[in-house]
Each structure stands twice: as C-alpha cells, then as structure tokens.
C-alpha cells in the first residue's frame, strides 16, 4: 500500500499522486501542505507486459525480462506477457488491431488492472491504450521513474525524480484518456500525476524552474566539494555496474557497512562515499552510485548526471558484473556505452564479476578481472590484495632514505603512499614503495 498522504494545491496545482512515496520532495514554498486522504491502492496490482519487437530491435527477450523485473520491482504481480513482430509501431496504438483484442479480452476476463508497455508510448497511443483496455496504462519510461521515485532518500535525488517526472509528464497533460485522474494509485501513480483539478502547462513549467534553480545551488555545493576531493592525496575509487549487479553489496564488505542492498532493481540510487584502510595508514574513498539499465529514460539521464559525474573524478574503476545473469554481456555493454557518454572510458577499470557463488561457466569478456562472491567475507582480504596490485600499476614507484630519529616520518609516509618495504641500516632506513604521480612531488619533505 502506498502513501496516502499528499499536497493540496493553492500555489500550484498539482498533487502528488503519481508516486506517493515521492511526497515531500519539494520544498515546503511550493505547496501547502493539507494532509488531504486520497483512496489509495491496498491490493497489488495484476499487470500485462507488452512489447513489439522490430526487426532492428537488439536483446528483445532481455528487454521483456528486465520489463518483467521492473514490474515485479514496483509492486505488481505480473500474470502475462504479450509480444508482436511488427515492422513498425501502429501510430495509434501501438500493437496491431488483432493483438489489442487479444490483450483486451485477457484485461476483461482475468482482472488486469494495469498494462506496461516495454516502450516510451505517445500521448495519443496511451490515451488510445486506456480507451481501448479501460484500465491504466504505463510505459517503460514512467515504471522506471516509479521506481526511481520510490527509492530516492537524499533531498537532491527526490527533486532530480521529480523534476523528470514533471519533464515526462509536460507533453502528456491534455486528453490522456479516462485514466488520467489516476486517483487509484498504485505503480506509475507515486508522483507529480494529474488530479481533479485542471493542470496548467504554466504551472508546470514554473515548477520546473524552480526545482532547477534549487538543483543548481545544490550542484555548486556538489561542485565545491568535489573540487576538494580533486584536489585531496587520497586515491578514490568509483563503484559502477548495471543495477542489481551486488555494488552496495561490495561496498558493505569493504567497509563494514549496513548500506542497504537487496536483490531488486534500483536498490540504490543516492551517491554513498565511505573511506577505508587499505594498507598500513593508507586510505582510499570507495563511492557507491546508482545502477545502470539500458532504455534509461532521457529524463532520468540528465537528471542523474551530477550524481554518476561523482565517478568522473575517481582514480580507478570498479566495474561489478552479475554473473549469474544471463545477460551479463548485453549489460557490460551499456555499461561501457554509458562510461563513454559521460567520457570516462580513460579511467583505469578493475571488473568484479559478483555471485560468482551461482554463476554457471562464465566466460569472462571484461579484463583485468576477478572473481569472488561478495556475501562470502573470505572475498574481503582476495580483493583488498588485489586493489593494492591494481593501484601498484597505477602509481609510480620510489625509494627514500629516512633517519631513524625521523621515524615519524614513516606514520606520515604511509598514509601518502602504498609502503612495500624498510630496509633498516644504521643510521636510516630505506624505505620503498607506491605514490600517485600527483603527489610524487610531496616525497621531497622526507629527504634530508
């Protein structure tokens, strides 16, 4: 059961229906609040995928599972799925005539109450759908903003959801169908929806306004923080993987942490920095991001992008694969697609394929690897060891020689570099090791 709580509207006139658990992501200024009780969904709700597959369409099956995922994800019980080969999409409604009375009569004779469409559907072709089935409907794009919704924590990730719903939603204000009021609820129901009251592009278009000038200020805030993290010794590391792929997971066994992690899609999406000790003093940041899907909506896209840009600035990598997935090929792929849209394929990259404990004759594609279970602890010492070997490549090696009456130096060195060895003589000690080029030039404080 979702939220029932909501705004009522004087300023604006909007209510936040569409995903209840999205409530709130406004600043108090833009509504007030009236604790209006709207009859919410108590029942799950039983949902009908659809999907055309096109003859230039890639990983159709991967795509309808994923879908299946998602639904399941949102709260749905999912109890059939329908395709059709077509070479184009019907302007109108999506499916042929002969596949729409096929759907409709499963909508009427088992108790459908909501149809997903494994794509990003005009407003004339959902407003055509709901006309046709009597029931809601809802594409890829809006089940994935559910979810987003869903999950947001953090104040900049509910307005950054927010701000792509109302972008989403814009185009679909006028004659979306009998199920536009959407007061029932439910999955696609969590957010900025229309009620009874008209809505205005205005409006709308005002809100959005607002909520970027509000992400700007918080951008800058990011910015001035992250130029800190650029400018630090401290070598930073950047979790990054197709959702579900066991990143909290990861981050959970080097740090000891409780960050929640579930076998779900999306289970994180607000950027989590924790740092750790990895050798002697030496310390690195271990950043934790939100998945990635392929189709990720275009609004979500540019609304996370100051979130994923917190793995712009990393020193390495860490690329979790799932595999026991099946489909672990096609998600590295959007992985690496999406590192190259946001220009990080010159990161150095380390690939941990995860669950490894029920992975069936991987055949790895992505290198240098390694191959561990992040829910076994044992993994936690296999891969510290091989962050050291990894960072080893990255950084430059050195020698110095420090006298035994300076051993203080020695604590202060060990936290700026990887030590590998002391050679200790009579009056000093050689000392040999790993340091990043940038902060190669800090070694000269320890000669004498």
Known sequence: MVNPTCFSLKKIKVCDLFFAPACGIIEADYFEKGFAMIETAKQQERAILVGVELQETEHFDMSMEELASLAKTAGAEVVASYTQKRERYDSKSFVGSGKLEEIKAMV????????IVNNRLTPRQNTNLEAAFGVKVIDRMQLILDIFAMRARSHEGKLQVHLAQLKYMLPRLAGQGIMLSRQAGGIGSRGPGESQLELNRRSIRNQIADIERQLKVVEKNRETIREKRVDSTTFKIGLIGYTNAGKSTIMNLMTDDKQYEANELFATLDA?????????????TLT?????????????????????????????????IDASDPNHEEHEKVVLDILKDLDMTDIPRLAIYNKMDVADNLVATVFPNVRLSARDKGSREALR???IDEIQQIFEPFSIKVHQDQAYKLYQLSQLALLDSYTFETEVEEITGYISPKNKWKLEEFYD
């Open 385 to 387: 060891r091989l962050l």
């Open 272 to 284: 989590t920095t924790k740092k750790i000790y990895l050798k002697d003093q030496f310390q690195v």
């Open 288 to 320: 934790d991001t939100v998945g990635f899907i392929q189709d990720l909506p275009t609004e979500l896209v540019a609304a996370f992008k100051s979130t994923l840009e917190e793995s712009r600035n990393v020193d390495l990598l860490l690329h979790v």
């Open 108 to 115: 009427d004779a088992d108790e459908i109450t909501t149809v």
